[in-house]
């Protein structure tokens, strides 16, 4: 799939899961107080771009205990590792695994929904795009249309949707795996860390979108952006490495971390120190994406 094509898929999905128009006197009562920073409770859901989309779905579902659901597309499946119960509202965090199709393996974006997106989306789109020129950091460089995504000066894709978040309706139940067999409950989002080209451009462009930073650590530099009660990260990327999403972070009910490290590796993870995040048990999956548990 190229990057346009699944970048006209994602924008179908923030469509799909958009809530409804408001009409008449009640939409024109409405009036945006606020566009940037952002009104957003938080990072949603992020996806993998790997080579076999059904490996990938059969491992997190073995880490995860969860449910596992799935959209049909171009001639194969979409599937979403749900971070928690599906209510009738489809309101859940998600995991969601895209099929490579030779692009190779990375994360592919992160979002964080946004209040009252769907009525501000155009005039959020064009403050950014002002804020980003202001500051020096070049034009932004978007996918157009609502819910679709864009690129910080790093190439690194962000998407807004309405918040909350929903699932796509299009993703049904999936007969794959067993539903509820994993080995531990996840909580939803805990933290996202990108690994940039120039930190304090990074950090200049993320004040943008989500305010002063609530944090700057020392060893490795981090600065940290909190957003609602998940946190986004910024690290300088090393020389010769090409800025990306480095790792994610999942909360998730209290463990046994024994037990979890030994299934992990059992299904095939790779088991990663992690001096710089106490606490957390870091891994990498069958294609060498870096996650985190955090409880």
Known sequence: MSDLSRRNFIAGLGMAASLPLLNGPAAAAQVPTRLLPLNTPKIDHLDVVVPNVEASARFYMGVFNTTLHAQPFQGGFRYFVLFGDLPTNRQVGYLAIGDSRGRGTYIGHFCTSVFDYRRDSAAITAALGDAVAATGLGKLASGGGFGGIFSDPDGIEIQFLPAPDTLVTAAVPSPLVEPHKGLVTPRGIDHVLLHVADLARGVQFYRILYGTEAAREKAPERVWFQIGD?????????????????????????????????????????????????????????????????A
Do not use: W, Y
């Open 230 to 294: 998940t946190r986004l990260g910024l690290q300088q990327a090393a020389s010769g490495q090409k800025p990306h999403i480095a790792h994610f972070g999942v909360k998730v009910a209290a463990f046994d971390r024994r037990a979890v490290t030994e299934g992990l590796v059992k299904l095939g993870a790779t088991i990663a120190p992690s001096p710089d995040e106490a606490g957390a048990l870091r891994f990498m999956d069958l294609d060498g994406i870096v996650v985190e548990l955090n």
